[in-house]
């Protein structure tokens, strides 16, 4: 047996023996997915127990380093890892900005002291991170942010404002751009800050979405004390440390485009037949079945390029302009998806909640609403049009 | 599935690239199309194609063959498709003889494949009979009489057909048109009495043929393959082919993209490079991005028929259905990005354009390959 048939059969063991019954059942919505943080600390049910038991294996950030917690595994055992997770139908046991964003830029950035502390909470799901970029006047224009940190010599004291801060009134720490420098260009006087949400001076506002949630917030600081040690990088040397994190982010956003993590509980060809109706096993109303066949082509062809970049990415390359190629159409996709299943399931898409609609139906209304979010948060597809044309294909400014 | 070439595969690409540009680059095409001479192609660098042992890419050793993939193969007809290449390659190795290396006997194999790797022989495949693709829809019929099979029928857009030594007919033996079952493939000398190859000069400058069958008599010894079952070489042989002229397509994208970003970066109006303009730098962006991922579902289709995976034919009809969409966005765009030259014959994105829509009719338009990939799908 080679080495990784060898892993799959461990994997598939541990699994077997760890992950609780009642996570094998896939997913309606990526909303039910775990976020961790200090108040899932309190909870028992089985949720938290996937949690725990994945956090200590590592498997919850199966490629970082052992040494903070990781899984310490090759790409190619993650690759099996997440082939057996969803053959048993079984979600992510921790989904977080820490592991998307945070903490890959903290094992490029952070200090060695930095690392010890953060990492292992990332991989553990033991600190829910909220993400403190955009403000109300700095939006795609992120570098023209206001928030000002004064350095107090043994502390800064941050003032100012930020906006859109997805789920801080639930995060327990934030990662922050705060601009220490004024005289300086724009993107030099920027610094990358951490910070507890429950220092004093830190208050949220939660705004609704047209969806109904409110995932996100207006997040306020007033004279807020920030040790110096929670400095990541160099002073003023944030934006680097900034973009890179938005790579990262990009490429998680992306993902979307190839559906639910995890696998969802019914296959999408199921739910258009039974809603579009079929005559011999094919799709009734030949120009859905056309839309869906264009949909699902794109979407495999979508995995292909995805899977061609890993294939291309020389072990340890960290995402480049690719990444917006990702974010771009992966979200424009699963926009272009969601549309698609509203056409198919007629007015039983236009519930809002009650009577006379499935719950998978009224979720799959509110995830429609959710999807127009997409291709706006972690910069517009119109920025990563942008971008793409100035990096990838060097036109002019 | 290998998305990404290996060394050897780049090198055999990279030389692909320089003959190309040395010996064919596009003027040569443009002097084929205004000469409108008896062949439509240069039959000197035929020959040389053949020496560089192109012809039989994907045939074994003993027939004179390199015995490698389509993958490698695709690489040339990748630059063949950059450069606009005009040559019976298509038909003559992957379709005509494709039926032979598929369906043939050891002594057809032997005769034909041999032949056609020293770039001796030319074949060509005949199976539509109607303006769309609809490769069992075939009505030619074949009679069994003595010892002999009758063919009749009527078979259009044979792809370089004017100039095939042999066709490869696809007759049908019973069964009804739109039958999968009933049909048989016949080898038929293009000489043969009863035989007429009227030769259709194509909008892209390229040939193709109306072959008329009036009671052809071929040889029992002709049929290549089992009696009613040529549905089971036609369909892994159009795959194949399919996914090969995917590769020519995947030239042509990257070329007329490469023009167009070109021109982008040198043509000033209102003082300032039009590729300042966010209209078109969008409009760029999205090229680009259509066509990543055109090039990475082709790579995993040359995979698919080389690993010869169950999901090949469903691979190949995504492959291709994208790379119709892509081309024609990508060459009616960039004519837009040209202007005014954009529309003249002088300006050689006017020839890929033209090009773009002959290769996307051929074997499948999108809405073919759609319909296809749904029924593969279960839905
Ligand atoms: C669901 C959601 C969650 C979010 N979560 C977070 C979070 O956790 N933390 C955080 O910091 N931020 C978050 N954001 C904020 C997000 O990053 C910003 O909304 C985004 O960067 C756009 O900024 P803006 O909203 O100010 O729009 P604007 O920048 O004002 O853009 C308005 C329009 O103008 C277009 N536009 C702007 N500049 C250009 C240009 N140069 N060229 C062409 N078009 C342009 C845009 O594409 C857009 O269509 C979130 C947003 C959403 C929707």
Redesign the interface.
């Known amino acids: 047996m080679s080495d990784l048939e060898t892993f799959r059969q461990e994997a598939r063991e541990w699994l077997e023996e760890n992950c609780p019954p009642s996570m094998r059942q896939g997913l309606a919505s990526n909303e039910e997915v775990e976020w961790g943080g200090r108040a899932a600390q309190g909870r028992t049910d089985d949720k938290k127990v996937w949690l725990d038991r994945m956090g200590a294996k590592g498997w919850t950030c199966p490629t970082w380093p052992a040494e903070y917690g990781g899984g310490g595994l090759s790409k190619a055992e993650t690759k099996v890892l997440h082939q057996e997770l969803s053959a048993m139908k079984a979600p992510p046991a921790l989904t977080s900005f820490g592991i998307s964003m945070l903490g890959p830029a903290l094992l490029e950035y952070a200090s060695e002291e930095q690392k010890k502390k953060f990492i292992p909470e990332i991989v553990q799901g033991k600190i829910w991170w909220c993400q403190g970029y955009s403000e109300p006047g700095s939006g795609s224009d992120l570098a023209s942010l206001q928030t000002r940190a004064e350095d107090k010599g043994d502390h800064f004291l941050v003032n100012g404002q930020k906006i859109w801060t997805s789920y801080a009134d639930h995060a327990d720490w934030i990662f922050c751009l705060v601009r220490t420098n004024t005289e300086v260009p724009k993107h030099d006087g920027i610094s990358f800050l951490l910070f507890d949400m429950a220092s004093p001076g830190v208050t949220v506002s939660p705004i609704q979405l047209i969806s109904g949630s409110s995932p996100f917030c207006q997040t306020f600081f007033q004279d807020v004390k920030v040790p110096k040690e929670n400095l990541i990088g160099e002073m003023g040397g944030g934006w680097t440390i900034a973009k890179r994190l938005l790579q990262h982010e990009r490429s998680m956003i992306g993902g979307m485009g190839l559906g639910l993590a995890g696998g969802a509980k019914r296959g999408l060809t199921e739910v258009v037949k039974e809603y579009a109706g079929e005559t011999d096993g094919r799709i009734s109303d030949s120009l859905t079945r056309d839309q869906f066949s264009q949909l699902r082509m794109d979407m495999q062809a979508f995995a292909a390029t995805t899977s061609r970049s890993a294939a291309e990415a020389k072990a340890g390359k960290p995402p480049g302009p690719a990444s917006s190629i990702f974010k771009l159409y992966g979200t424009e996709l699963n926009k272009r998806r969601y549309e698609f299943m509203m056409s198919v399931l007629g007015t039983q898409a236009l519930g809002w909640e009650g009577e006379g609609f499935t719950s998978e139906e009224l979720s799959g209304t509110r995830d429609w609403l959710r999807s127009y979010g997409n291709s706006i948060e972690g910069g517009t597809s119109e920025v990563q049009l942008n971008i793409i044309a100035k990096r990838v294909l060097g036109l002019p400014d | ?1 290998a ?2 070439l290996t060394e050897e595969q780049e090198l055999l690409k990279e030389t692909a690239h320089e003959f190309i540009q040395e010996q064919s680059p596009v003027s040569e095409f443009r002097r084929l199309r205004d000469s409108v001479d008896e062949s439509g192609f240069d039959r000197k660098l035929y020959a040389q194609m053949a020496e560089l042992g192109w012809m039989g890419v994907i045939y074994p050793e003993e027939y004179g063959g390199l015995d490698l993939g389509y993958l490698e193969l695709g690489q040339i007809f990748e630059e063949c498709g950059r450069g606009l290449v005009a040559q019976p390659l298509l038909a003559t190795v992957v379709l005509g003889g494709g039926c032979i290396l598929e369906g043939g006997n050891d002594l057809q194999r032997k005769d034909i494949l041999t032949q056609i790797s020293t770039g001796d022989r030319l074949l060509s495949l005949a199976f539509q009979e109607s303006a769309h693709h609809n490769p069992y829809g075939i009505s030619t019929s074949a009679e069994l009489s003595g010892n002999h099979f009758v063919l009749s029928g009527k078979k259009t857009f044979v792809l370089d057909g004017h100039v095939a030594d042999q066709i490869v007919v696809v007759a049908r033996t019973s069964g009804k048109a739109g039958d999968r079952d009933g049909l048989t493939l016949f080898l038929v000398d293009a000489g043969a009495e009863g035989v007429t190859v009227n030769r259709t000069i194509m909008l892209d400058g390229r040939n193709a043929a109306n072959v008329h069958l009036d009671a052809v008599k071929v040889e029992k010894a002709a049929v290549i393959g089992e009696l009613d079952a040529g549905a089971d070489v036609l369909d892994p042989v159009l795959d194949r082919a399919t996914a090969i002229l995917c590769c020519e397509m995947m030239g042509t994208l990257s070329e007329a993209f490469d023009k167009a ?1 070109e021109y ?2 040198t043509r000033e109006q209102f003082g ?2 039009i ?2 303009f ?1 209209a078109l ?2 409009r ?3 090229m ?2 259509e066509s ?6 082709l ?2 289709a040359l995979s698919a028929v080389d690993e010869g995976r169950d999901n090949s034919a469903q ?1 190949v009809s ?1 492959a291709k ?2 790379l119709n969409d892509s081309l024609i966005l990508i060459c009616n765009e960039a004519v837009q990005m040209f202007g005014g030259i954009g529309v003249t014959d002088e300006e050689d994105i006017g020839l890929y354009l033209k090009r773009a829509r002959v290769m996307a009719a051929a074997f499948g338009d999108s ?1 073919w390959h ?2 296809r ?3 593969l ?3």
């Open positions: 599935m998305l990404v970003l982008l970066k300032v490079l590729g300042s966010q730098k969008h760029a962006a999205n680009f991005v990543e991922l055109s090039r990475s579902i790579l995993d691979v995504c259905a994208r809405s759609r319909a990939y749904a029924s799908g279960g839905y």
